[in-house]
């Protein structure tokens, strides 16, 4: 038990470690990185050891604190609780009233990001404005153990307006407390916020850790741990979770895609991929933006002729290195650029459709570009 079970970014955990043996732990700390990436574990990690009554800079994980705690480790358990006893039918003033906070210890709180429903999330789940007031109502209270620990997974779900309370925290940052935000990037979030916490990013994990961790925690054959583990980039996480064969194909869509693009022709074709894409419910339009970041990755290294690129993608290696032949790394850097602004565009909720046939027009080879014709 411990931090040793913790696989991958060693850097991270050292750091985190010596701050609590030499007593200067932050009051906010910001870790970044991907889905699945491990963020929300160590975070719960980094609480147990704040807390755990035998060791004071790891957790042994048997006594009660650490056991207790532990149980943040199944977040979707105690998700699936709060909502419950909450009732399915909650109104929008009883979810800012009755705000989701899943605690199995009275000093470590794990806040995520709200679905309001159990069975079918209403809008896209978000941090709200009453689970930050509670938490800002709680974070100056006496811990029970050494150190009051706030989870805030999820924290580029909040929205900018909101974002205000929880400054005002960390304007003010209450003695034995420490607040733990995990979001995909630091530009996910507002540079006020960001600008106030420790920041760790968190690496993706190499191939071999990702097929170590789901040889231990699942009972899938060898070869779809390793086709998983191909696919996740680098996020045990995600490879836990992932319908492989679903993923596959999805990346088969996302490369099909980009292939037509570079060809320049066949707009209605392009057209109809992408209003696919952003009709694909079982992923997450953010999900399915990745793919492409992980494909145009592979697509950069490539035509920047790296010797011996390592491909994210290496089961399409060879769609790939066809594709390269036919772009150049200006192309790829504005396919990046394209999904960018598309990426800030659905965050701010505007039209998926127009902003993939924008991204898609503007990739065309300029001669066709001229060329399209609205109908
Ligand atoms: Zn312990």
């Known amino acids: 038990m411990g931090f040793q079970e913790f696989l991958g970014n060693e850097r991270i955990v050292t ?5 609590l043996r030499t ?23 980094f609480a147990q050891a704040a807390n755990c009554e035998r060791l004071p800079d790891d957790f042994c994980g048997e006594c009660a604190t650490c056991q207790r705690i532990s149980q943040l480790a199944d977040p979707q358990t105690l998700l699936e609780q709060g909502l419950a006893e909450r009732g399915e ?65 999820g924290a580029e779900t909040m929205r900018w307006d909101v974002a205000n309370v929880f400054l005002k925290i960390l304007e003010e940052p209450p003695g034995s407390a420490t607040l733990i935000l995990t979001a995909p990037s630091p530009y996910a979030l507002l540079p006020t916020i960001v600008s106030r916490c420790l920041q760790f990013h ?8 990702v097929e170590k961790i789901l ?27 992932m ?16 292939e037509r693009a570079a060809q320049g022709h066949g707009f209605a074709q392009l057209f109809s991929d ?4 952003a009709k694909d419910r079982d992923s997450s339009f953010e999900h399915q933006i990745g793919v492409f970041y992980g494909l145009l990755t ?6 920047s002729k790296v010797k011996e690129p390592v491909l994210r993608n290496a089961p399409l290696a060879k769609e790939l290195e066809s594709l390269a032949k036919s772009v150049d790394s200006a192309w790829v850097l504005r396919a990046i650029a394209g999904f960018d602004e598309l990426y800030v565009g659905a965050r701010r909720n505007l039209n998926r459709q127009l902003g993939l046939d924008a991204l898609a027009a503007s990739l065309a080879p300029a001669p066709s570009r001229a060329s399209v014709t609205h109908s």
């Open 298 to 303: 592979d697509l950069l290294e490539l035509t």
């Open 89 to 153: 039918s909650a109104d929008a003033a009883t979810v800012e009233r009755v705000p989701l906070i899943l605690q199995s210890h009275p000093d470590v709180w794990a806040l995520v990001p709200d679905p309001v429903r159990l069975k079918s999330p209403v809008a896209r789940p978000m941090l709200r404005v009453g689970q930050l007031r509670a938490v800002q109502r709680a974070a100056y209270f006496q811990p029970m153990g050494r150190r009051r620990v706030f989870i805030l997974d």
């Open 243 to 258: 319908d492989v064969e679903a993923a596959a194909q999805r990346r088969r869509s996302a490369l099909r895609i980009l």
């Open 23 to 45: 007593k200067r732990v932050p009051h906010a700390l910001l870790f970044t990185g991907a889905r699945g990436v491990g963020k929300f574990t160590l975070a719960r990690m």
């Open 202 to 209: 968190f690496a993706p994990l190499p191939q071999a850790a």
């Open 215 to 241: 040889k231990e925690k699942t009972d899938r054959k060898p070869t779809e741990i390793k086709l998983a583990a191909q696919l996740a980039e680098g996020s045990p996480g995600l490879a836990i979770e």
């Open 274 to 277: 992408t209003s696919a894409l």
């Open 15 to 19: 750091a985190l470690r010596g701050a």
